[in-house]
């Protein structure tokens, strides 16, 4: 590995926006780290193609709600690339149902990985990061729209939001620049599953584009802030949602 090369460890990327994301950063130069729960032939089998491309990836199981795992992802990552320069926070999970009916589990669920989880990862690169890295966590415009049945996991999001704002500053003296991607409807399993033909449409066209995102369009702004050209973009949520809010 060349000594230039840049790492980045990536979040939720067996799937979704996630693997579109260690799919960019790849043919961007970076070594990727594809983190993932329990999918592990989907993130091997993105390991192996980024290889076959010529990239470096290693695809590392942990569940970001188990501090001791995250930790022992952190460390699997520096063993085979030496360093990570960027984190993206992306693993996350939505359960929808109005406050009066959230179940117990629904609730620590949602604030166990997306909150919990993204403060353990935090955590992590704060204290390992190189110097001149990166994070982007990623939010949801749901922040924006305060759509009913959502309360949960926009209350994980809005706090994301605020770690990132608070981080960047707390980054100081080491360049590395802290944001977050609020990316509005977007087509992956999280965002169809359980939703009617109808309800998809009629959040496409919320936005004055009139489509869903694709998990690519998201993958796209990431690449952005964490490559020279976002370098001055720091401390700030992007609403990437076609229009939307
Ligand atoms: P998907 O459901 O498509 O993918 C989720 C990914 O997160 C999978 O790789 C999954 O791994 C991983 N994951 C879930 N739980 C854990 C855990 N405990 N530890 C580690 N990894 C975990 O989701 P999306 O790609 O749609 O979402 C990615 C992020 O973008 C989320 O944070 C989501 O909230 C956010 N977002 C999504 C929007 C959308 O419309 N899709 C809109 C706004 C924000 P495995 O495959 O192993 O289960």
Known sequence: MSA???VALITGASRGIGAAIAQRLSHSGYAVVINYAKQAQAAEALATQLIAAGGQALAVQADVAQMEQVVSLFDQAEQAFGGID???NNAGIMTLAPIAELEQQQIDQQLDINLKGSIYCLQQAANRLRNG???VNLSSSVVGLNLESYG???ASKAAIESLSRIMAKEMRGRNISVNAVAPG???TELFLKDKPEQLIERLADMNPLQRLASAEDIAAVVNFLVSPDGAWVNGQVLRAN???V
Request: charged share 5%; hydrophobic share 45%.
């Open 86 to 88: 960027v984190l993206v």
């Open 152 to 154: 949960v996991y926009a």
């Open 4 to 6: 230039q090369t840049k």
């Open 133 to 135: 890295g990166s994070v």
């Open 185 to 187: 409807p977007t087509a």
């Open 242 to 244: 076609g229009g939307m």
